[in-house]
């Protein structure tokens, strides 16, 4: 079943039992999901997000790299400052705004943060990794910059540019905090074709929707993602 692999290698050996290792997202599920009730007051007709299969695989697809060690981010004025528990640790940088759309200035404010990452990353022939914000967790204070790399031929430590969200005081981001979702994907190519709908299809899966069965999406249309 698991015959593709991706490969997560340390840039500095000697750290191997001090970094948090990258997981499978599958195992760290936040913990406001694993709280959350599936219905609301046990109404089988009133459910939470806990039901919605689609939001359970974002949580769960590909792989979460977490923060090496503690950070304090400091904003100061139309800027701000990262400081790593380790001061001598160089593990940030910034991208200034010149270098970003023109949109972005109200956001960004003076510069884009980048997060340095301290993992080499391989897959296997024609499979591309996506890096994106983690996704379905609600982070209020920084924000994950996306993109794609061809981590097949490309093997060097990528790092990931970040906007900062939280300006109004100092705040801690916890070693092992999940840092960014890396999502392995086959590069294959597509045509698109628009026009009208595909009735019989969409009859087909309008008319079990209105079935009596619970959990109908899963049992009925849903494919199991491994990622191990």
Known sequence: MFNKKITFCATDKGMLDIWP???????VIPEEYKKLKRHIDNNLHAPTVKTCIP?????????????DQDYVVDPV?????????????????YHR??????????????NAGKFVNKWLIKTPPGYSCLFIHPMNRLEERFK??????????YVNVINFPFILKKRDKQFLIKKGEPMVQVIPFKRESFKMWSGFYM??????????????????YKKMFWSKKNFK
């Open 199 to 216: 009735e019989k299809l969409h009859g087909k899966t309008i008319n079990i929707l209105n079935s009596e069965w619970v959990d109908r």
């Open 97 to 110: 705004k010149a270098q970003l759309p023109a949109k972005w200035h109200k956001v960004t404010g003076e």
């Open 144 to 153: 994950i910059i996306e993109g794609v790399v061809d981590t097949d031929n």
């Open 21 to 27: 290792h990258p997981q499978p997202a599958s195992r």
């Open 55 to 67: 939001f359970l695989d974002s949580l769960t697809m590909g792989y979460i790299i977490p923060f």
């Open 77 to 93: 004025e139309n800027d701000f400052s990262v400081i790593p528990a380790n001061k001598e640790d160089e593990q940030f940088g």
